[in-house]
């Protein structure tokens, strides 16, 4: 009878394991807080009539949105995400997009990054909620909301 309660211990265990699914990459979890900080930054446009100006107008929104203060430091290079405050976001950032590259693709305009994110390339999330990697070329070459101009040496979020 004993082995058979340890076995039952064994299976659970073995099946709790099987559960847990799948690791998530850092850069899935990169992906992960700029969909919060939009959803955030969206709740916080439409509760206070207009898009937060600062941090600290923000800040109640993240755990409206069910995250908190983490979300705002990407697990992917450590560093406080740059955000950039009082922009609209949605379409109607979309009429601010321009072409980028050879290729002509539009992209639409950048409401926060990465400050410095992985060798040779950092999550960047639009305003209008989509997210990719841009390499420092593309980046370089992007449009940012309130004619954000990105430091080389990012200390912090953006004015």
Not at 40 to 68: G, M
Not at 129 to 141: A, C, L
Request: aromatic letters at 8%; a positive charge; charged letters at 20%.
């Amino acid at each position: 009878m004993r082995i058979g309660a340890a076995s039952s211990v064994l299976l659970v265990f073995v099946l709790q394991l099987g559960c847990s699914g799948p690791a998530r990459l850092p850069a899935d979890r990169v992906k992960e807080q700029l969909g919060q900080i939009y959803k955030a930054y969206q709740l916080a446009d439409k509760e206070l009539r207009h898009p937060p100006k600062n941090e600290a107008e923000f800040k109640p929104f993240l755990a409206k949105v069910n995250t908190s203060e983490a979300a705002l430091q990407s697990v992917g290079d450590g560093k406080p995400f740059v955000i950039i405050w009082g922009a609209i976001t949605g379409t109607k950032a979309m009429a601010l997009a321009k072409p980028l590259g050879e290729g002509g693709d539009s992209f639409p305009p950048i409401l926060a990054y990465e400050q410095t994110g992985t060798p040779g390339k950092r999550h960047v999330l639009f305003a209008t909620g989509q997210m990719t990697f841009f390499d420092e070329k593309q980046f370089s070459g992007a449009t940012f909301m309130n004619n954000h101009k990105p430091q080389t040496s990012a200390a912090g979020n953006a004015p």
